[in-house]
């Protein structure tokens, strides 16, 4: 089997990746998803895909973040496996290439956030990788 990992940059690429991100965001239309990512790139936005036998089975989407209590951070906005190819340890494999990406330009961590239901999302995270179950996130619909 074939893997590698690799930044999604063009726009054939970003198409591609779609069906995958659809599966956590459920609410885009793949429209959606183009407009909101182009106005995402201008902010740093990256998005970086595990390939295995060259189609794209995990996605992590992330920006460079600095504030006083994570400092010059990563912080990764949308992590997810191909809902086919999961427990096969693809996730795990992209998020330790991007901790590595990411202290190789600077960060001192990378953050992110769970929904309250994604209970095995928070093992995984927590015993599996050594996450820090550190605050609330908190939003306000406008």
Known sequence: MY??????????????AFPILNQLRTD?????YLHLLKEMQKDGYKLFALYSNEKIVSLAGFSWRINFYNKRHIFIYDLVTDSKQRSF???????????????????????????????????????????DKWCYSFRKTL
């Open 3 to 16: 893997e590698n990992i690799q930044e999604l940059t063009t726009q054939e690429q970003l198409k591609e």
């Open 89 to 131: 340890g693809y996730g795990e494999k992209l998020l330790l290439y991007i901790h590595s990406w990411a202290k190789e330009q600077g960060a001192e961590y990378v953050a992110l956030e769970s929904g309250l239901q994604r209970i095995s999302a928070h093992r995984f995270y927590e015993d599996k990788l050594d996450y």
């Open 28 to 32: 885009l239309t793949e429209e959606t």
